[in-house]
């Protein structure tokens, strides 16, 4: 009985010690267990992965077109560089002087400057028409009836043509400029462009009358900037200067208008500024002046000599 009893504790230590040894190695697979591949410990660090080295490709030097030359040829010599010479500033041109104003021709009659053929007029006698630039508002009116007298209801319609834009304001046109104005576009025969016509007075203006001073004509409907299509400006304030008593005569080269007003001294200048400038005004001598008494505008601009009337 007892040695049963060691031969079947024999057997049961050396199972035990066969079942340990298994489990160290893992043991064999459970039916129905797929074996599961072992992964290393996780310590907390991460892996980087190596990236491939990048093969660094050196192409060959092409040869330059200006320089390759067909075999046993020399290479051509390559021009040096373009040196740039410094440039010359511009000289700076200098203000006309301040009577360049051309000459009519010899011989020429003044008061019918520059006549057109009757075909070519497009203005009637009796007749003015002004072009408002800033408006593009046309007008032609009769200023003068068969009579010769002037109507006032044309001058009405002229005034209204010369309204301050800007503000929409207007003011009675002087009727002794709407005598000259109506002159110079039968002259020519043709419309006349107006630039500015009234123009509310600014404070300075207000300013200046306050002091006792003139201010702009162009606040008291006395004054305008005209332009005739087809006639330089400087040929337009020579006939102005030339055929008129008591007014004022601008000549606005860079802006390409006269300036026309009436006042009792006749003064002219021309002025280099343009729109918005400080004014360059230089004084012209007046000269040549017209005969005194020939300008019919200052004896009665309401009625039209008997040789001029329609």
Request: glycine share 8%.
């Amino acid at each position: 009985m007892e040695g049963s009893r060691m031969m079947r504790g024999g057997v049961w230590l050396i199972g035990a010690l066969w079942l340990l040894a298994l489990g160290c190695q893992g043991g064999p697979p459970l039916r129905g267990a797929e074996p599961r591949p072992m992964s290393p410990p996780d310590t907390g660090a991460r892996t980087l992965q190596r990236e491939a080295p990048v093969e660094t490709v050196v192409l060959p030097r092409q040869p330059d077109a200006a320089t390759t030359s067909p075999p046993g040829e020399p290479l051509d010599e390559v021009p040096p560089p373009e040196v740039l010479k410094p440039t010359e500033p511009e000289a700076l041109t200098e203000a006309p002087e301040a009577d360049t104003l051309d000459p009519p021709p010899e011989g020429a009659d003044l008061t019918t400057w520059y006549p057109l053929p009757k075909r070519e007029r497009r203005v009637k006698r009796g007749e003015l028409e002004l072009l408002a630039i800033n408006t593009g508002e046309r007008k032609r009116v009769r200023l003068y009836d068969n009579k010769g007298r002037q109507r006032s209801a044309a001058v009405r319609q002229l005034t209204r043509v010369c309204r301050d834009h800007r503000r929409n304001r207007t003011r009675n046109m002087d009727r002794r400029l709407a005598a000259i104005l109506y002159a110079i576009g039968q002259a020519y025969g043709r419309p006349l462009h107006l630039v500015s016509g009234y123009r509310v007075p600014t404070r300075r203006d207000r300013r200046r009358r306050r002091r006792g001073k003139q201010a702009s004509r162009h606040g008291s409907g006395e004054a305008a900037d005209i332009r005739v299509p087809g006639v330089p400006p400087q040929e337009l304030a020579y006939f102005i200067r030339a055929n008129f008593e008591r007014v004022g005569g601008g000549y606005y080269p860079t802006s390409e208008f006269v300036h026309v007003d009436v006042r009792s001294t006749s003064y002219y200048w021309v002025d280099f500024s343009g729109p918005g400038e400080r004014q360059q005004l230089k004084s012209l001598p007046i000269e040549p002046a017209p005969k005194r008494g020939s300008d019919w505008t200052v004896k009665s601009s309401r009625r039209l000599p008997k040789a001029m009337r329609p």
